[in-house]
């Protein structure tokens, strides 16, 4: 019984929700510490300067790296669910699910070659 | 979740989705041009259209994200709804505040 209703925990866009809100959670604890550092730039930004120097490592870069495809991968998520919702059904929801991990992947390996 | 909840979860998305583009193509700009205190100030201080488009980038992300805390309390945390919508507030107060005073100190300063 237990098994049965858990077998569609296997599929492709059970595992697209989830990381639609992972994603989200994981969102919502960047913005905070994003919004406060920006708010260093009082005063001439000396004190966001050496918060950006501190950032020019490689290991905050590949932070960086993730989120950015944390975001990308929140936003095509949530544009597809904006679609389901609001337009006729499109069949090849999974494959469009696919898609857009790909994609985020995609641009976030990109982000990284540029900052490295 | 209930229906006002819902449409505002789902039309703060709609208006972040264009800006979520933007943001990403402005970070792999910055990643290009240099990441000082000094360049990123001139390219917003005193301007208008940059505090516009953060502006309510700021507004629609926290109410955004306060309502998804909302449902994600609400769902895997044994806090009762009142509690969750509390909590959610507080956070999506929290996170306007922060989001302006950076908005201030990027465009004012």
Partial sequence: MIARARKHRGSALWIAALVHRISGLALVIFLPLHFFVLGLAFHAGARLDSFLRWSDQPLVKFAEGGLVFLLTVHLLGGLRVLLIENFDWRDGQKQIATVAAALSVIIAFIFLARVF | ?109
């Fill in chain 2, 1 to 109: 979740m209930n229906v006002r909840l819902y449409l505002w979860q789902r039309i703060t998305a709609a208006i972040m989705a264009p800006l979520v583009f933007v943001h990403i193509a402005v970070i792999f700009y910055v990643t290009r041009q240099g990441m000082t205190a000094a360049d990123i100030l001139s390219r917003t201080h005193g301007s208008v259209a940059w505090a516009s488009f953060y502006g309510i980038f700021v507004a629609a992300a926290a109410i955004h994200a306060s309502i998804g805390v909302r449902n994600v309390l609400s769902e895997w945390s044994p806090l009762s709804e009142r509690h969750a919508g509390q909590l959610a507030i507080a956070f999506g107060l929290l996170l306007a505040a922060l989001g302006f005073h950076a908005i201030v100190a990027l465009v004012l300063t």
